[in-house]
């Protein structure tokens, strides 16, 4: 198998985990943010079972290259998919807004 599937398959296969074990601690939930993390859960975690059973074709470099950086960026934000969404400094963007409006306590 050539490196960049297994990279992709790899980095697929951590990021869906880390997103799949995020606790939320106390934080409200967010419908939206639940589904779009939902979402990239099944996505990601179709890539090593595709791979597995041998149906994946072959990703290249770019897409690996995108997968892992997507992987590390979920690690940064401690697997909180709302937390890519909010800019480091000024108001918040339009998609964070909306990702935030719904919130439950619980």
């Avoid at 409200?28 to 975690?45: D, K, N």
């Avoid at 590390?72 to 890519?84: D, K, P, Q």
């Amino acid at each position: 198998m050539a490196w960049p599937p297994l990279l992709s398959c790899i980095a697929c296969t951590i990021l869906a985990l880390r997103l799949f074990l995020y606790r939320r601690v106390g934080a409200a939930h967010r419908p939206l943010a639940s589904f779009t993390a939902y979402a990239v859960i099944v996505a990601a975690g179709s890539v090593p079972l595709l791979t597995l059973l041998g149906r994946a074709d072959l990703a290249g470099i770019p897409q690996a290259a995108l997968n892992a950086v997507l992987c590390l960026s979920v690690f940064a934000v401690r697997g909180n998919i709302v937390e890519l969404f909010r800019p480091s400094s000024g108001p918040e963007g339009w998609l964070t807004r909306i990702m935030r409006k719904n919130t439950w306590r619980s």
